[in-house]
């Protein structure tokens, strides 16, 4: 079974003034009791975290809810998703710590805050 892709009704790219990205730390080290420490590389993969928030409409809101909670079981399975900033499709998954927030911002609109880590 192929991952899900983002719901086609609901916009793809978030808030241009809200969009973070950070690099997942990818070292890890080892301190001797004696000479220098030492680091390695964990992984060649490129993974990351982004957060980032999407003005949805309530038809929107409530198909990314449907997305979130039913298709892909509460946020548990990943997902296929087109990053704006590089226009490259990848493996996402929400953050398990860190589920959608949303927020009334007018008559008719919703701001829903994710964070998103990259797998692949």
Same mark, same amino acid.
């Given at each position: 079974? @192929? =991952?899900? @892709?983002?719901?086609?009704?609901?916009?793809?790219?978030?808030?241009? $003034?809200?969009?973070?990205? #950070?690099?997942?730390? $990818?070292?890890? +080290?080892?301190?001797?009791?004696?000479?220098?420490?030492?680091?390695?590389?964990? +992984?060649?993969?490129?993974?990351? @975290?982004?957060?980032? +928030?999407?003005?949805?409409?309530?038809?929107?809101?409530?198909?990314?809810?449907?997305?979130?909670? #039913?298709?892909?079981?509460?946020? #548990?399975?990943?997902?296929?998703? #087109?990053?704006?900033?590089?226009?490259?499709?990848?493996?996402?998954?929400? =953050?398990?710590? $860190?589920?959608?927030?949303?927020? +009334?911002?007018?008559?008719?609109?919703?701001?829903?805050?994710?964070?998103?880590?990259?797998?692949?």
């Amino acid at each position: 079974m @192929s =991952d899900p @892709s983002w719901p086609v009704d609901v916009p793809s790219e978030p808030e241009s $003034n809200d969009y973070r990205e #950070t690099l997942l730390p $990818n070292v890890a +080290s080892f301190k001797p009791d004696v000479g220098p420490p030492t680091a390695w590389r964990r +992984s060649t993969l490129d993974g990351g @975290s982004i957060q980032a +928030s999407f003005v949805l409409t309530y038809a929107q809101r409530d198909s990314f809810k449907t997305f979130y909670r #039913t298709t892909l079981k509460d946020g #548990t399975l990943p997902f296929l998703w #087109t990053n704006p900033a590089y226009g490259v499709s990848g493996r996402y998954l929400f =953050d398990p710590e $860190n589920p959608p927030q949303f927020q +009334s911002i007018g008559a008719a609109l919703w701001r829903v805050g994710t964070a998103i880590i990259k797998l692949a």
